[in-house]
């Protein structure tokens, strides 16, 4: 069983696995050790961080340009 990361609930954990593992269906490439399952696969991902939510991209983009 693959833990729920910190700060991240469980129904957002396996609804974001769920999606993952249907990218990595239709071919997408793993971020990480791939396993033998593709949901494993995807909830490892999501574990390590290597698949986040794409609100936290844009929050995390925010940076003022250096001029």
Same mark, same amino acid.
């Given at each position: 069983?693959? #833990?729920? $990361?910190?700060?991240?609930?469980? /129904? =957002? /954990? +396996?609804? &974001?696995?769920? &999606?993952?593992?249907? *990218?990595?269906?239709?071919?997408?490439? $793993?971020? %990480?050790? $791939?396993?033998? #399952?593709?949901?494993?696969?995807? *909830?490892? =991902?999501? +574990?390590?961080? #290597?698949? %986040?939510?794409? &609100?936290?991209? =844009?929050?995390?983009?925010?940076? =003022? $340009?250096?001029?």
């Amino acid at each position: 069983m693959v #833990k729920c $990361p910190q700060g991240m609930s469980v /129904f =957002e /954990f +396996s609804v &974001l696995s769920s &999606l993952r593992a249907a *990218q990595l269906s239709r071919g997408c490439t $793993p971020r %990480v050790v $791939p396993s033998a #399952k593709l949901a494993v696969t995807a *909830q490892l =991902e999501v +574990s390590a961080r #290597k698949v %986040v939510r794409m &609100l936290d991209i =844009e929050n995390a983009a925010v940076v =003022e $340009p250096i001029s």
